[in-house]
């Protein structure tokens, strides 16, 4: 029972992710984009966690469930523009999961699990919330951030590894140091955990 009720509640996502208009090219194949971002997050999950839980399972899958339906644009320019936006995809994420959770019959117990971890409630003190930050991390560093350091300065790079390397744990970060990179972004991250190395003596002397 459990095992079909997670079949069902991954092919329900996964519908939902393949309605996604902007599309990718992915080993010679035009992929929706929040699916091939949730298919990435269900295998660094289960290469941090090789049996992972249900919760764990949905929430990867879930992480950006119909992203493309909350537009940027719609809020102002800036940090505190950006960051309203982040805060309201977190509410909508958990809230279009739950919608799915409900009609296959999960239970309160899993919803609001999974709801804390697509929301990031507890990064660092609750383990099923870090594990999902950390998958998320490490799909950004394997995957997005070659093509986001095409648009960006180098000091620009290295403040977005210190942010991304200070929200992950240790077990992730040794997962991200397993990656392969191109030399001028391996020097970025090399110059980004410098500098927090930096930081950390200065904080411990």
Same mark, same amino acid.
């Given at each position: 029972?459990?095992?079909?009720?997670?079949?069902?509640?991954?092919?329900?996502?996964?519908?939902?992710? $393949?309605?996604? /208009?902007?599309?990718?090219? !992915?080993?010679?194949?035009?992929?929706? @984009?929040?699916?091939?971002?949730?298919?990435?997050?269900?295998? !660094?999950?289960?290469?941090?966690?090789? $049996?992972?839980?249900?919760?764990?399972?949905?929430?990867?899958?879930?992480?950006?469930?119909?992203? !493309?339906?909350?537009?940027?644009?719609?809020? /102002?320019?800036?940090?505190?523009?950006?960051?309203?936006?982040?805060?309201?995809?977190?509410?909508?994420?958990?809230?279009?999961?739950?919608?799915?959770?409900?009609?296959?019959?999960?239970?309160?117990?899993?919803?609001? =699990?999974?709801?804390?971890?697509?929301?990031?409630?507890?990064?660092?003190?609750?383990?099923?919330?870090?594990?999902?930050?950390?998958?998320?991390?490490?799909?950004?560093?394997?995957?997005?951030?070659?093509?986001?350091?095409?648009?960006?300065?180098?000091?620009?790079?290295?403040?977005? &590894?210190?942010?991304? !390397?200070?929200?992950?744990?240790?077990?992730?970060?040794?997962?991200?140091?397993?990656?392969?990179? /191109? /030399?001028?972004?391996?020097?970025? &991250?090399?110059?980004? =955990?410098?500098?927090?190395?930096? @930081?950390?003596?200065?904080?411990?002397?």
């Amino acid at each position: 029972m459990s095992k079909d009720r997670l079949c069902k509640a991954i092919a329900a996502i996964d519908q939902a992710n $393949s309605e996604d /208009p902007t599309k990718e090219f !992915w080993q010679g194949k035009e992929i929706p @984009k929040e699916l091939l971002y949730s298919g990435r997050m269900a295998q !660094w999950l289960e290469k941090l966690d090789p $049996s992972p839980t249900e919760s764990r399972q949905i929430a990867a899958r879930a992480q950006h469930i119909r992203r !493309w339906m909350v537009s940027r644009e719609d809020y /102002p320019a800036g940090r505190e523009g950006y960051l309203r936006w982040r805060t309201h995809l977190y509410h909508f994420h958990a809230d279009q999961t739950e919608v799915i959770l409900r009609e296959i019959g999960y239970d309160e117990e899993t919803i609001l =699990l999974v709801r804390k971890m697509i929301g990031k409630q507890g990064i660092k003190r609750e383990p099923d919330v870090q594990l999902l930050e950390d998958v998320a991390c490490l799909v950004f560093l394997e995957y997005y951030f070659p093509d986001f350091a095409k648009n960006h300065d180098e000091g620009k790079l290295v403040d977005i &590894v210190c942010k991304t !390397w200070k929200k992950m744990s240790e077990a992730g970060r040794c997962a991200a140091l397993s990656l392969t990179m /191109p /030399p001028e972004l391996a020097g970025v &991250v090399a110059k980004a =955990l410098n500098l927090e190395e930096k @930081k950390f003596d200065g904080k411990t002397a």
